[in-house]
């Protein structure tokens, strides 16, 4: 379910981990529609500190330029990340 994947989303960015590797999938999930599930996957994303190489950014940022997503807040939150790491 939306929540329990929620949950997982909060124990990875909780446990330190590196998910660098991963950062297309929680941009995904960062796009979803549920509220909590998107705000979670996003403070992964956000929390990534691993190189990402620049074609994934560019992936990345289609992902969030096409996203269907209701939560507009998390949306340019996601885009501001990505914008940076372009940079």
């Known amino acids: 379910t939306d929540s329990e994947k929620a949950k997982l989303?909060?124990?990875?960015?909780?446990?330190?981990?590196?998910?660098?590797?991963?950062f297309l999938?929680?941009?995904?999930?960062?796009?979803?529609d549920?509220?909590?599930l998107a705000?979670?996957?996003?403070t992964v994303v956000e929390n990534i500190e691993g190189i990402i190489l620049e074609s994934d950014l560019t992936k990345a940022m289609d992902i969030v330029l096409?996203?269907?997503?209701?939560?507009?807040s998390i949306i340019e939150l996601l885009t501001q990340d990505i914008k940076k790491r372009i940079n």
């Open 9 to 22: 989303c909060a124990a990875c960015w909780e446990s330190g981990l590196d998910f660098t590797g991963y």
């Open 25 to 32: 999938f929680f941009t995904e999930l960062a796009c979803h």
């Open 34 to 36: 549920d509220f909590v």
């Open 39 to 42: 705000m979670e996957a996003h």
């Open 66 to 72: 096409h996203s269907k997503s209701k939560n507009a």
